[in-house]
């Protein structure tokens, strides 16, 4: 390290094995104790479809679900994850959990440069498993901590309330 | 051959229907592809040690133990990356007399905003890069700064930059005559100060770079979230001196844009030059923070206005001071005039009195530049129109309506040209007030008006009238010597299978150009939209053209794809007509089958066409050289800009205890031409007029008195957020501009341009019982509380 004072990285090179189930598979990588979740998902994981829009939990972008519930992978360490269950937007395309909700937002067009929308999905996906029947309300609600400078948001809501009203007359959720 | 544009019940008429986006379903499975994602082999990572002063001098910088750390590649200041890199001024021709000073990527001895880039740092990943930000040491010594508009104007204010005579950097007058004596005679005269506050774009994808440069080949590539990539092009092979066919800018997928991501940054500039001085991919993404500081930021105005009025309430002058404060310098190339030159020749448009003068300063500051952001200069000309326009209506006794009834330029009075110069070739304000107000429900929203504020309930109603400037020609930045094209370029090619591929010069921000640029190509050719392929966004294959800016896309890109799309037909048909013993006249294209013209029979497909010419070119008549790729450029001629308007409303409540206002409802009526995909157009005016509301309520950039930005933060720069936002009504009226075939103009700043307007009018509106006015922008509740007293 030619000298170099050990002090001045204090632990930033020192990595930590963390595993999770990713997508339903297992996978394990190593991280620096700073290294977010987003970054690590990001980065090291190469799942690219999670965003960091604002790095403090105010826009929504880097939503993911852990162990089912949406959580903002910008505000957690990706050690703190360390043994969880974690969704992203790959994953739930692939499960096909979100097909109605991803049919909806095309058809309808809610959504202009994409980058807010996987986590308007794990959003909107989170609410439809706790509400049932949300009224345009209770979307706007939900959505408010999900930033989008492109569409005004109300393609958005309209989009989620088709398939909230779809889901509960198709009765199959 | 060619059908009416409008038909929508003939076969493959796509233009005027509403679909989904093609390239949509990719960014809904998280598979968009934005700079920011992107790896490349031996990529390296910049990040950039930025000025803690508004101004100051630089001592001395020192980087040894930055330069020590290990995974540190490369440290660069302001004379290294001078070397290698040419100086940019931001100045344009046809601004006379405007000035600033030249810009390089990195400073050499003096910071000029806080936030600024002054060392950079390549490391073999961005935490490292930041690690080794804080070692090191920069010694600056203060200077005096200038942080708002009225201490800049004094005489002696400090100044930005310390050659010069005075903290200005542009200024013009526009005077069509008489103007004092039309106020002399005024039956009544009102007058206002108004203010606008910076505010920014905050696309939720930060800007991204990766550039990429090959020593061996001599070639620079860069990866660049980016409106504008042949500007890019041509300006980094100027600057760096790499002839223009060995750079090859991509610009992919974008997280956002709204003219933001078109202008030169510093930290782009060097990371292009860390890549040349390195020999290997370079990445930077500006984090949040940096957004704040370093995007460029918008508006900034005060504008002083007078309007006179005849005892009847026609509208007879305006008299108008513009004071603009941008940045220590002026933006690259497209400047950070041209928003104040638009307020002042936007101002009164709608209207048809003559008499006008209007005096533009542009001055310099310490914080970061401002300059073109969606909409530019339109809703200060608006807002600042349309309070004066309802303060002349209620000193008249006039409804809102009546009085823009009264004085709008009448809808068969066109062509018709603005005391500014603007020439109007339709524009259709008549309707558009008479569709609004049947829209609103405007007597019944008056009635519950009044009711309610029986209960102490205060609601506002609000309308604002716009014109807006779209498909520019060259006058927009061409004769002012930018190198930034006003025209198009199209590549369309049947290929082999009897498919067609698209490449355009206009570029994709997800407003849908891909999409709409398909369905014109599909609709023109006569196939299903589903066999058209379009490409944007690279230099190396899409033909030069000036991409996307300025509401230019629809208008000049379709355009371009229109006639691009019919020579390719009249190529294919001459072949068909070859194989079939026919005259091509007696030919058409319909669902990718030659046909009879006139019974529509069925002759032969494309596919079998292509097969021939591709594969079978023996079987054609000797000398015959089919030509099943087309390669055409549009460039707009006729009238300089094709002008669109229309007319927004609004209806909120403003709470007088609190100030809080809450946004009940918006409509707007548009004219923006034909309609390409309606579902599309109205997507862009609804966040287009949300972006407008951030504006009038929310958004404004706040400074410290030493000149440091104080909320740049998602949590402190509030922004429009689901819940604060109403729905929005629409609806259209149509006219075409017939200076091209496809007759569309632009419509992606209309609902910027007049929402904050409407706003203001409405919270004044709902303030007259208690004599209050606000006159600022943003509104928050601090200015109303303030407005009523009661703060």
């Known amino acids: ?173 | 051959m060619t059908a009416p544009l409008t038909s929508l019940d003939r076969p493959n008429s796509y233009i005027g229907r509403s679909l989904p986006r093609p390239n949509a379903k990719r960014l809904l499975a998280g598979r968009g592809r934005y700079v920011s994602d992107l790896r490349l082999p031996r990529m390296l990572h910049a990040a950039f040690l930025r000025s803690p002063h508004a101004h100051a001098k630089i001592v001395s910088i020192k980087t040894d133990e930055a330069r020590a750390l290990e995974g540190v590649h490369l440290v660069a200041t302001g004379a290294d990356l001078a070397t290698i890199c040419t100086p940019w001024t931001g100045t344009l021709d046809h601004f006379k007399g405007m000035t600033s000073a030249p810009q390089l990527p990195l400073p050499l001895d003096r910071v000029v905003w806080a936030g600024q880039a002054v060392v950079a740092v390549v490391a073999e990943n961005r935490a490292t890069a930041e690690d080794a930000l804080e070692l090191i040491e920069v010694d600056y010594e203060d200077l005096p700064i200038v942080v708002d508009i009225d201490g800049a104007r004094e005489a002696d204010s400090p100044l930005v930059n310390p050659g010069s005579v005075s903290n200005v950097c542009f200024r013009s007058q526009l005077d069509s005559g008489a103007v004092d004596d039309a106020f002399a005679h005024a039956a009544h005269v009102v007058e206002e100060e108004f203010s606008f506050g910076r505010h920014t774009a905050v696309t939720l994808e930060p800007r991204a770079i990766v550039a990429d440069y090959d020593p061996a080949a001599g070639m620079l590539t860069v990866h660049h979230g980016t409106q504008t990539p042949y500007q890019f092009q041509d300006l980094y092979s100027r600057h760096y001196g790499i002839p223009e066919a060995r750079v090859r800018v991509i610009a992919t997928d974008i997280g956002g844009s709204f003219g933001m991501k078109l202008h030169v940054y510093h930290e782009d500039m060097a990371v292009v030059g860390l890549s040349i001085l390195l020999g290997r991919p370079v990445k930077y993404v500006a984090d949040r923070i940096e957004s704040f500081v370093s995007d460029i930021h918008a508006r900034d105005h005060r504008v002083r206005a007078r309007m006179a009025l005849d005892a009847k309430g026609e509208i007879l002058a305006m008299d108008v001071l513009d004071l603009t404060a941008i940045g220590a310098f002026s933006t690259y190339p497209r400047t950070s005039v041209v928003e104040g030159n638009q307020v002042v020749r936007l101002i009164g448009a709608p209207y048809r009195f003559r008499n006008y003068r209007a005096t533009l300063e542009v001055i310099f500051q310490n914080k970061v530049q401002t300059s073109q952001y969606r909409a530019v200069g339109h809703p200060i000309a608006c807002a600042v129109t349309e309070r004066m326009v309802d303060m002349a209506a209620a000193k008249l006794g006039l409804d809102p309506f009546a009085i823009r009834a009264q004085n709008v330029i009448a809808d068969d009075a066109y062509p018709q040209t603005s005391p500014t110069g603007y020439r109007f070739e339709a524009l259709s304000h008549e309707a558009c007030l008479k569709r609004l107000q049947e829209m609103m429900g405007y007597d019944g929203l008056r009635a519950e008006q009044a009711e309610l504020r029986k209960r102490g309930i205060y609601r506002g109603i609000g309308i604002a009238t716009f014109v807006e400037i779209t498909n520019p020609s060259p006058a927009f930045y061409g004769v002012g010597g930018a190198r930034i094209s006003s025209q198009d370029g199209a590549i369309v090619s049947l290929t082999p299978s009897g498919e067609v591929r698209c490449l355009i010069s206009v570029t994709e921000q997800g407003q849908g150009t891909e999409a709409i640029i398909s369905q014109i190509v599909a609709d023109q050719l006569g196939l299903a939209q589903e066999h058209v392929k379009v490409i944007t966004g690279d230099t190396e294959v899409t033909p030069h053209g000036g991409a996307t800016w300025a509401c230019r896309g629809a208008g000049i890109g379709g355009e371009t794809a229109l006639q691009a799309a019919r020579a390719l037909k009249r190529n294919i048909l001459e072949i068909a007509a070859l194989i079939l013993q026919e005259q091509p006249s007696a030919l058409d294209i319909i669902d990718g089958d030659v046909v009879d013209a006139g019974t529509r029979n069925r002759r032969l497909p494309i596919s079998e066409i292509a097969r021939i010419v591709y594969f079978r070119s023996d079987t054609l008549p000797p000398g015959t050289q089919a030509q099943l790729t087309v390669s055409h450029h549009f460039a707009p001629q006729g009238y300089p800009f094709a002008f669109t308007n229309g007319i927004q409303g609004c209806s909120l409540e403003v709470d007088v205890d609190t100030g809080f206002i809450k946004l009940l409802k918006h409509f707007i009526v548009e004219d923006c031409g034909r309609v390409i995909n309606p579902m599309l157009v109205d997507e862009q005016l609804r966040g287009g007029i949300v972006q407008g509301l951030g504006a009038a309520l929310f958004e404004e950039c706040r400074y410290s008195e030493t000149g440091q930005l104080v909320n740049g933060s998602l949590a402190d720069y509030l922004v429009p957020m689901p819940m604060e936002m109403p729905d929005i009504a629409i609806a259209h009226v149509d006219t075409p501009t017939a200076d091209t075939e496809l007759g569309a103009k632009g419509v992606g700043e209309a609902g910027t341009a007049a929402a904050s307007a409407c706003v203001l009018n409405a919270v004044n509106d709902a303030l007259v019982p208690f004599g209050a006015a606000v006159n600022s922008i943003p509104i928050t509740p601090a200015r109303v509380l303030k407005a009523l007293k009661r703060f």
Request: proline fraction near 2%; include cysteine; charge should be negative.
């Open chain 1, 1 to 173: 390290m030619r000298g170099f004072d050990e002090t001045l990285l204090d632990e930033a090179d020192e990595t930590v094995r963390v595993r999770f189930v990713v997508n339903g598979r297992k996978v394990a990588c190593e991280v620096a104790p700073r290294e977010t979740l987003v970054d690590c998902l990001r980065d090291k994981l190469e799942l690219t479809g999670t965003h960091a829009g604002c790095e403090m939990g105010a826009c929504g972008a880097c939503l993911v679900q852990i162990d089912g519930r949406a959580v903002h992978s910008c505000l957690m360490f990706a050690v703190q994850a360390d043994g969880a269950r974690i969704d992203t937007i790959e994953g739930l395309t692939e499960s096909g959990a979100i097909a109605d909700l991803q049919a909806e937002f095309h058809r309808r067009n809610a959504l202009q440069c994409g980058f807010c929308t996987p986590g308007m999905l794990v959003n909107a996906c989170e609410l439809l498993s706790q509400v049932a029947r949300p009224s345009r309300e209770q979307i706007r609600d939900a959505l408010s901590g999900n930033y989008c400078r492109c569409t005004g948001y109300e393609a958005i809501v309209d989009a989620i309330d088709a398939v909230a009203k779809a889901r509960s007359a198709g009765g199959a959720r």
